[in-house]
């Protein structure tokens, strides 16, 4: 079964610009969250998805939104970007709810803003 | 809320000898706890999960890891360590009734020296 996948990997990006993430989760899974990870503030949640709703958001300002479709997939997109949204932005799939079941981790995409 | 404390940004043992990574949660209900492990430029991988059944949970790679209410800890150990341990260890801790998302703590970094 393939595993989780991140959509780019690499992603270079100038202060103001917007951009969107895309991420595959395991087929058959229904539930997808998305994290950012720096090396001062470690993982952080931005939000989960399950069958296209949004069931929770983390503190991180209105600039970052994100989506899921019919299929599961999800992205997200953060508009005017800053400096300090350097990070890898990690995807994260499962079959149910998060706080239960096994969340398997993408690769990830890494942003630079420039 | 819940919360993760790792003790160690950065533990650095001999190949062969034994690996103690450190995890304390904070919970008022009973938890569910996880440890991840994540290799350079890579996702995170999953070791280890309790989900209130045995206390002694083993994992993936010969880890394990044991649940004490009463320390409120949940270390990660493995009797001997081997070059390709060297990685990022996050511990993570979700209240499974209150649809929580995951919350991680900073992680640890294991070097192993040979």
């Known amino acids: 079964k393939a595993g989780v996948t991140q959509t780019p990997r690499y992603l270079i990006k100038t202060r103001g610009q917007q951009v969107t993430l895309s991420c595959s989760p395991i087929s058959g899974h229904r539930s997808v969250s998305w994290y950012q990870q720096t090396p001062g503030q470690g993982l952080q949640f931005l939000f989960e ?45 499962s079959w149910g709810a998060t706080s239960t079941d096994t969340q398997y981790f993408g690769p990830g995409t890494r942003l630079t803003v420039l | 809320a819940q919360s993760v404390t790792q003790l160690g940004s950065h533990v650095s043992v001999s190949e062969g000898a034994l690996v103690l990574l450190r995890c304390n949660y904070s919970s008022s209900v009973p938890p569910y ?21 045995a206390t002694l949970v083993k994992g993936i790679n010969g880890f394990e890891a044991e649940f004490k209410k009463s320390e409120t800890s949940f270390h990660l150990t493995k009797p001997s360590a081997h070059m390709s341990d060297a990685a990022e260890y996050f511990c993570a801790v979700s209240y499974p009734s209150g649809n929580t998302p995951l919350v991680f703590g900073k992680g640890t970094r294991l070097s192993v020296i040979a």
């Open chain 1, 49 to 93: 998805y399950f069958s296209e709703t949004q069931r929770n958001k983390g503190n991180f300002p209105g600039r970052f939104s994100g989506r899921q479709f019919s299929n599961s997939r999800s992205e997200m997109n953060v508009s005017t970007l800053e400096l300090g949204d350097s990070a890898l932005y990690l995807c994260a799939s």
């Open chain 2, 33 to 53: 706890l996880f440890w991840y492990v994540q290799y350079p430029n890579q996702g995170l991988q999953l070791l280890l999960k309790y989900t209130s059944a």
